[in-house]
Each structure stands twice: as C-alpha cells, then as structure tokens.
Nanobody
Framework: QVHLVESGGGLVQPGGSLRLSCAAS????????MGWYRQAPGKERELVAT???????NYADSVKDRFTISRDNAKNTVYLQMNSLKPEDTAVYYC????????????????WGQGTQVTVSS
C-alpha cells in the first residue's frame, strides 16, 4: 500500500509563488517516477511535471521555465516549486507515484494523492 499526501496549496496572486510537497508513506523500498498532474474545472487531468529516481525531469510546455520539480528519494517525497503563477494555473494538483517497490518484491502501480487546490487570483 502506497499512501500519498500533498500539501502546500492555497490562494496566491498572479506572479506569486507556491511550493507543493507530496510525501509517500508505507513500506516502500523505492519509487520509479513521481510526478504532478492537475485538473481544472471542466477539463481533463493533465501532466504538469515528472521526475525519475535518477533525477530526469519532464515538463508540460505551459509550465516550463516557471515550475521546478525535485525529489528526495530517501524521504520518498516530491516537490513542485511554482513561480510566476498565472490564473490559468488554477487547478487541483495531484501527486502520482508511477511504480513503487514494496516488501515481498511486489510492485504497486499508479498511486495518487487526494489533491491540493491551487488558486491564482487577484
């Protein structure tokens, strides 16, 4: 069982910054790729950024040069630093763990957090 808990969302003015955190708990040996996705009202969930255990990153074009994803493998935690926020960044942000290795050599695929609301508004 992999349990993901996000934190750090809130209300911020355009041009402001927020830092999201997502901690994975449970008996976890390792997690392959972790990432952030978001879903705005009336829209489908979309990829924001991902990072592998080796540190390779991937970003949506809409957030490149504004958002930075990072992780602490020892803590099974992933972060999203969001700068120069825009109203169109308003969404519920979800953390994802692609593949986790747990005791017994088992793999747990596609774990999601409960989401944290980010609202960018003046």
């Amino acid at each position: 069982q992999v349990h993901l808990v996000e934190s750090g969302g809130g209300l911020v003015q355009p041009g402001g910054s927020l830092r999201l955190s997502c901690a994975a708990s449970g008996s976890i040996f390792s997690i392959n790729t972790m990432g952030w996705y978001r879903q705005a009202p009336g829209k489908e969930r979309e990829l924001v950024a991902t990072i592998t255990s080796g540190g390779s990153t991937n970003y949506a074009d809409s957030v490149k040069d504004r958002f930075t994803i990072s992780r602490d493998n020892a803590k099974n935690t992933v972060y999203l630093q969001m700068n120069s926020l825009k109203p169109e960044d308003t969404a519920v942000y979800y953390c994802n763990a692609d593949r986790a290795v747990v005791p017994g050599g088992l793999r747990v695929y596609g774990s999601w957090g409960q989401g944290t609301q980010v609202t960018v508004s003046s």
